[in-house]
């Protein structure tokens, strides 16, 4: 079992900056993949980028340039650092955790209840 919760959404203006994170508690972090995904209103939750076990990184096609995933052992934390914000990106932004990379909710088993990230024209 691991718990996961999120912090740093906000509301911010186009073009600019936020820091999610996201703190674990139980199971070894390291023992873990994690990713973000995304919930915009009417929409299905999309991934957004996930990190290894050994700090290799994937994203998604629309974030790629824009946002950086990375992990900190020593915290059990996990952060998402997100630049050039676009009104499109605005959404409830979700930490999860897995056993293997996978690029769908189905792949991950633990989640966090999510922050809100909502970016203004």
């Known amino acids: 079992q691991v718990q996961l919760v999120e912090s740093g959404g906000g509301l911010v203006q186009a073009g600019g900056s936020l820091r999610l994170s996201c703190a674990a508690s139980?199971?070894?972090?390291?023992?873990?993949?994690m990713g973000w995904f995304r919930q915009a209103p009417g929409k299905e939750r999309e991934f957004v980028a996930a990190?290894?076990?050994?700090?290799?990184?994937y994203y998604a096609d629309s974030v790629e340039g824009r946002f950086t995933i990375s992990r900190d052992s020593a915290k059990s934390t996990l952060y998402l650092q997100m630049n050039s914000l676009k009104p499109e990106d605005t959404a409830v932004y979700y930490c999860?955790?897995?056993?293997?990379?996978?690029?769908?909710?189905?792949?991950?088993?633990?989640w966090g209840q999510g922050t809100q990230v909502t970016v203004s024209s």
């Open positions: 990190i290894g076990m050994k700090g290799n990184t």
């Open positions: 139980g199971r070894t972090f390291g023992g873990f993949v």
């Open positions: 999860a955790a897995g056993d293997a990379l996978g690029y769908t909710s189905n792949d991950y088993n633990y």
